[in-house]
């Protein structure tokens, strides 16, 4: 059972209030893959771009089909309510809470996830590694509620060559591992959501991949206390880490704890390895980290000043001053928006929000 004690919604349910996303600029990606991801504005929006959001809501929509009756709304009031009250056993005591969270909170993310990487907002160096036939390794932090599993396998199906058209040596076969850490007990979702992935008895249009090239799997670990073996080995393979909607609630519980998880990376990961970090625009003010420290209250593990700082220079100064990492995306505030051919559609059920995000992406260095 989730135990944040920053919830994933709670940081998330006060964004996009804040300022108004410009619809009239769309997010017009960079990268090699420009003509495989949104152009202009959502009249232009690829096709084969929008069919592969509406797979990943036909995932998720699939997958928790048993949940989408007329009590849900009730249901996900239930767990809302509790986020807010900060009651994280009452929000998840029971495999429905949990699942409710995910169609309610984890979808407008895998979306985003999907075209973050199809479209080379994360640069084109990640965009690069989903389209060769290496086999790929990702570890996501604090990654169990499902946005990472669909939006990465999402990319990888979407950005995978035919195995036709490989290169001398880009002869590999491909396959995609995804391991997840958080210290919450999200297996059952990830669990649930890989055996979507991989039913090939499910009628297309859907995520393509093949089960004997593909494994996900969900460690419960909390990543500010010490790593198991698992975890140091994931990290150890990983071609890229990432820690999405994640470093800010690290920060709240414990700003020493989590400076010295940050400054481990280096020695855990290998040369090369990419490090992503997406979280919500506007750093420690979304994060309630001054205002409690300010009141001299906190459940927190730690109270302590951060003096302001925001999350992304907090991030380049503990990474990079000591050259162990090159900073290769560097984006403070990002409109990511649900595209209006979903909205207009109807294509989901339930909410899916625009959200402004801090973007970082960082390229481990050699060893000295
Ligand atoms: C806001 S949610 C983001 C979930 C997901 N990454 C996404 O983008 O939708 C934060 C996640 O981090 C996990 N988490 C928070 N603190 C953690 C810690 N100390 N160790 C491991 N996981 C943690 C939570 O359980 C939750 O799944």
Redesign the pocket.
Known sequence: M???????????LSKGKRSKPDNKKRNSPTGQNNNNARKGDDDNINPLVLSQFKTILNTFQHTFSHLFTPELPQIIQAVKQSLYLRDYVAAFDSPEKLQAYVVR??VA??LA?FEMISGGWWSEDVTRIFTTNRRLSVT?????????IVGITAAYSFLKPPVTTTTTEDKEDGGLDLTF????T?APITDSLYTTLTDSTIEKPKISIDKSKFSAKCYQ?????PLSESTISSMASADIV?????A???YS??PT??TKFFMSLHALTKPGALLVV?DSAGGFEDLDVLNKNSQGSSNDRESKNLGGYKLGFLLDKTLTNREQWTTIVSQDAKWWRVPQGIKDNGGYPLELENMRCLIRVYRRDGDP
Do not use: K, M
């Open positions: 989730p135990q944040s004690r920053r919830p994933p919604s709670s940081a998330s909170w984890s993310r895998a996830y996501c932090v604090g990654g169990g509620a499902g946005a990472e850490l958080d210290f919450a999200w670990q909390d990543i500010l206390t990432t820690i999405l909607f994640t800010g609630e690290l519980q414990s704890a989590t997406v």
